[in-house]
């Protein structure tokens, strides 16, 4: 009866052995860079151009842009449109405001679009984007 069962083992390498064969187990496939989903950070928000100074119709614009944004990799984002859901670079020197401390001279800045074609700006870190100026009133940089 003990020739007749195959017994399974675990092989170092985490393969189950059974006899001769060795049957490799079902892996998920690795994310290729670009496609992880974004992740949105709100702790460096500027106060003059943040939350507090949209109106309702405009928070919950900025809300509904988030989730579409976050449904979508970041390889999608960049291939969208500009003025859709996707973003463009923003040249440092073309922003008005103070630039936070914590943000070294290589930092690309990036914006989406939030609510008709006003600016959400700030920078991604891996898959993270990390929020600073909701430019609602198109003063935060020369828009033309």
């Known amino acids: 009866m003990a020739k007749d069962r195959k017994q399974k083992r675990l092989s170092a390498k985490g393969r189950v052995e059974q ?18 989903k974004p ?3 709100l702790q460096f ?4 151009y943040g939350l507090s100074a949209c109106t309702q119709e405009e928070k ?10 976050s449904q979508l990799s970041w390889t999608e984002i960049i291939s969208a449109p500009r003025h859709g859901l996707g973003c463009e670079k923003i040249k440092r020197n073309s922003i ?5 401390a914590h943000i070294t001279e290589e930092v690309n800045f990036i914006a989406f679009r939030f609510y008709g074609k006003a600016p959400i700006v700030g920078y991604r870190e891996g898959n ?10 198109f003063k935060l940089y020369d828009h033309g």
């Open 60 to 69: 919950a614009a900025f809300a509904d842009t988030l989730y579409h944004l």
């Open 45 to 48: 928000l500027n106060q003059e």
């Open 128 to 137: 993270i984007f990390h929020l600073i100026w909701l430019d609602r009133n």
């Open 39 to 41: 992740l949105f950070s």
């Open 96 to 100: 008005r405001s103070a630039i936070p």
């Open 19 to 36: 006899g001769k064969h060795i049957v490799t187990p079902a892996t998920t496939p690795a994310i290729p860079p670009g496609q992880p």
